[in-house]
């Protein structure tokens, strides 16, 4: 990988270093980093990998890995440590042994070792940069905005949230439901209309993964500069089918997964009853606080995706669908005529509904008008018929109406062996 290598020549020419903690100018030195790695990775005489000892100048690769693609290395990562204490990290993708994608980031050194990232930009083929992205961070040191950056790595003036801060507003009323997601923009006046308050005003739920009062939708357990923001999207929903419903946000905690069983006695004194939680993995102790935590309460319902690996969930489980509780309720995505939507996953002893979730209308992380798909989407449509039927029969428990909603399904037309446990429910939306 000759062309990874020269940069490294580059950077020492066009990166100024700047002393560990001082305050950041990051975006001029980000750039000029960014520039000459992705403008070398085209340089490059293989893609083969080399020694991770190796220094030039005083700029170290300190870590490297390799990746096959249909039997022959495809995908490369390398991370580079600069004379200033900040990081590079390389990504390369190379099928063939042709380079298709070129990316990297900068990582600024915060002090005591940590870093935290600054900025991207991601190039094709040619290593010509398409564009790039830019964190901001706030007074306490929190990713605050991300900032678009065009080829030129400039600012395109368009920009997004990654932590805003709440709205004022009053308590709504209405049956309490917890959502346990990557959070959610509550800055959208549809939502934010919704949020449970204290007497106070102030937003209940929490960010358990930030550990802050901010449950903002961003998943950025993938990448900081390219989050998920799945959230909104499952909370346009729920607003929309239970329009009186009192939403109770909660981001998860990807980074300490134990802290589910906070998230679930939270949401318990919070008098929530209705838990959605359209999430889940294949790492069975990753769940077991949340399943210790649910078992302890049989009076609320967890309203859980079945996932989207289209696998038959009973041979190869997700979690916490596979839990087996009494108090989860499992759904996962039909069609509108009741067939298992492509991609879902299904099983006769651990699912037990399915629902139309498929080309569903909802909003998105900016309040945009968007379509979605996928099991995650069955679960606001069941929490929203669950809050409704509790609005109407206030006695009721998780037990109640779990049973309530089971005697809505039917034998799908097109599976003639059940896929689902109890059937489909064609019409969710219908009080019934």
Same mark, same amino acid.
């Given at each position: ?20 903690? *001082? ?36 700029? /170290? ?14 995908? &490369?990562?390398?991370?580079? !440590? ?11 993708? $190379? ?14 050194? /915060? ?9 991207? *930009?991601?190039?094709?083929? #040619?290593c010509r940069i398409a564009g790039?992205? !830019? ?14 950056? @065009? ?5 395109? =003036?368009?920009?997004?949230? &990654? ?49 802050? %009062?901010?449950? $903002? ?7 900081? $500069? ?6 909104? !999207? ?7 089918? +239970?329009? #009186?419903?009192?939403? &109770?946000?909660? !981001? ?5 997964? =134990? ?6 006695? %939270?949401?318990?004194?919070? =008098?929530?009853?209705?838990? *959605? ?7 069975? @102790? ?10 302890l309460r049989p009076h609320m ?5 079945? @996932? ?48 139309? +979730? ?11 008008? /968007? ?60 009080? =019934?």
């Open positions: 990988m000759g062309g990874i290598l020269l940069f490294l020549s580059f950077l020492l020419l066009g990166y100024a270093p700047r002393p560990v903690g *001082a305050a950041p100018d990051g975006p001029v030195d980000a750039r000029r980093v960014l520039r000459h790695a992705l403008a070398a990775a085209c340089d490059a005489a293989d893609m083969r990998p080399r020694d991770p000892g190796w220094r030039l100048g005083q700029a /170290t690769l300190v870590e490297e890995s390799v990746f096959d693609l249909g039997g022959r290395p495809g995908r &490369l990562r390398r991370l580079f !440590r600069l004379p200033s204490g900040d990081e590079l990290r390389m990504r390369l993708f $190379f099928p063939g042994g042709r380079l298709r994608r070129a990316g990297a980031d900068v990582y600024q050194a /915060t002090g005591g070792g940590a870093t935290r990232p600054v900025m991207t *930009a991601t190039a094709g083929g #040619d790039g992205r !830019r964190i901001l961070y706030d007074g306490r040191g929190r990713a605050a905005e991300l900032v678009f950056l @065009g080829p030129d790595l400039e600012d395109t =003036g368009h920009r997004e949230p &990654l932590n805003a801060p709440v709205p004022a507003g009053a308590d709504p009323g209405g049956v309490t439901v917890a959502h346990v997601d990557s959070g959610i923009n509550y800055t959208i006046p549809a939502l934010a209309a919704r949020l449970a308050r204290d007497p106070a005003g102030r937003a209940l739920g929490y960010d358990y993964w930030d550990m802050d %009062d901010r449950p $903002f939708d961003a998943d950025t357990g993938r990448s900081p $500069f390219f989050p998920l923001r799945h959230g909104t !999207r499952v909370a346009g929903i729920l607003v929309r089918e +239970a329009p #009186d419903v009192r939403l &109770l946000p909660y !981001r998860y905690p990807r980074p300490a997964m =134990g802290r589910m069983a906070d998230i679930v006695a %939270d949401a318990d004194a919070n =008098g929530a009853l209705i838990v *959605a939680l359209p999430m889940g993995s294949n790492d069975p @102790g990753a769940w077991r606080p949340f399943a210790e935590a649910a078992g319902l967890f309203v859980i995706s079945a @996932g989207n690996n289209g696998r038959d969930i009973d041979a190869e489980p997700v979690y916490p669908a596979a839990l087996g509780l009494e108090n989860l309720l499992v759904v996962t995505a039909s069609d509108a005529t009741g067939r298992l939507a492509p991609g879902s996953n299904w099983g006769p002893e651990h699912v037990d509904v399915m629902v139309d +979730a498929e080309n569903l209308d909802t909003i998105d992380h900016r309040g945009a008008r /968007t379509k979605v798909s996928g099991s995650s989407f069955a679960v606001p449509r069941i929490a929203a018929l669950a809050a409704r039927l509790a609005k109407k029969h206030p006695t009721w428990r998780a037990a109640e109406l779990k049973k309530a909603i089971l005697a809505r399904a039917r034998r799908s037309p097109f599976h003639p062996r059940p896929v689902v446990r109890y059937g489909w429910i064609p019409y969710p939306q219908e009080d =019934g």
